[in-house]
């Protein structure tokens, strides 16, 4: 039975790790943007300058120490690893859980979004699983010998680690975001049929006799001159359904938003997306230009979003000569459409017919070969 278990949880523990550090290898950029929330959540901004790196140094480890566990390679010190990777997680997790600061842990990327109880409940049973693996470390033995199960443990780091460097240099290879490749983007800002709707219940905060009290609404005819109001909030009661894209906007300068009349004009339009210009690739710019000038002239619609202040655009314009339109959208959303900055996708439609990472901008003549022409 002992040996059971500590097989039974090697193999959940080893296969849990791999599979969570290969949905945020990845999406390497996602996984940075979730560290950011935490370093905003312990006032330690200034992680934020390694937050990339770390994401990816997280990610490799993570399935490096899975293969390691299945391969029984160095058992030693992988199960101390586990150990206090384990313990560092649940704790986070308890804590963003318990004060309700950070909605998903990102521990497996956009593919499986979890509760932060739910996250932490998972923690809590790899715990369990892993205190299995310690305490039974010295009886497990390597699978292939030492030296072969540790060269291919080490193998393993190495091909996570390239793979986790060519996602970021290029863009996710599995897409699970609602902005994948053949989504729709005004379907996918739609409720989903049978949505549950969310309760809120209006709390008002009143101060008395030094201690702060919150009354429902029902609740008000209580208040006499002893009351003194401090604030009133929404309490949700009932969690309700999303839709799956609920903040993509294209707002002018004068704060129009032309979102809708834009993806529901059919027919293939190009969005150049920088979620921050002020970081957007320059090498980039000049190769868009040339692109830009190719659509006009085909009279195929070119436009730009970004979260940068329509000041700061303007100076950016001017700096690239740049001859198309900027619109303004939400900072996180940005991000959310293409792991790229500057990025471009194709519409047909309201339909991502492709994207692609400024690093494989293609040339004008290789896109209406591929898209245009199958008209």
């Not at 739910?118 to 693996?133: M, N, P, R, T």
């Not at 009351?227 to 300068?253: C, L, S, T, W």
């Not at 690239?320 to 996180?332: A, E, L, R, V």
């Amino acid at each position: 039975m002992r040996s059971f278990l500590t097989t039974t949880s090697r193999i959940l523990v080893g296969v849990l790790f791999i599979v969570s550090g290969f949905v945020k290898a990845n999406d390497p950029l996602g996984f940075s943007y979730k560290l950011d929330e935490y370093f905003i959540v312990f006032h330690i901004d200034w992680m934020s300058a390694v937050s990339l790196w770390l994401a990816m140094f997280i990610s490799v480890f993570e399935m490096a120490v899975g293969f390691a566990l299945l391969l029984g390679a160095r058992m030693r010190q992988t199960a101390w690893i586990l150990l206090l990777m384990i313990v560092f997680f649940t704790f986070l997790t308890f804590y963003s859980a318990y004060f309700d600061v950070v909605k998903d842990c990102g521990c497996f990327g956009d593919a499986l979004k979890l509760t932060p109880w739910q996250s932490f409940s998972k923690d809590a049973v790899l715990l369990v699983l892993i205190l299995i693996i310690f305490f039974n470390r010295n009886a497990i033995t390597p699978l292939f010998g030492e030296k072969a199960s540790g060269l291919i443990a080490y193998t393993g780091f190495l091909v996570s680690l390239f793979f986790s460097i060519y996602c970021y240099r290029h863009l996710p290879v599995i897409d699970f975001r609602p902005y994948a490749i053949g989504k729709n983007i005004l379907e996918g800002m739609k409720l989903p049929p049978n949505a549950k709707e969310q309760i809120t219940e209006m709390v008002f905060i009143y101060e008395k006799d030094g201690k702060k009290i919150e009354l429902k609404q029902d609740e008000m005819g209580k208040i006499d001159d002893t009351y003194k109001f401090i604030d009133r909030k929404d309490k949700v009661i009932q969690e309700g359904d999303h839709p799956k894209i609920h903040d993509f906007n294209m707002y002018d300068a004068d704060g129009k938003d032309y979102a809708q009349e834009f993806l529901s004009k059919p027919g293939y339009k190009f969005l150049l997306v920088a979620y921050d210009l002020s970081k957007s690739n320059e090498k980039a710019q000049h190769k868009i230009n040339d692109f830009v000038t190719l659509c006009q002239k085909a009279k195929i619609p070119f436009v730009g979003l970004t979260a940068s202040s329509p000041k700061e655009t303007d100076v950016f314009r001017h700096e690239h000569n740049s001859i198309f339109d900027y619109y303004y959208g939400d900072n996180t959303a940005l991000k959310t459409i293409i792991r790229s900055n500057p990025g471009l996708v194709l519409l047909n439609g309201a339909t991502v017919e492709m994207m692609w990472h400024h690093n494989d901008f293609p040339s004008f003549d290789e896109m209406k070969e591929k898209f245009l022409e199958k008209k």
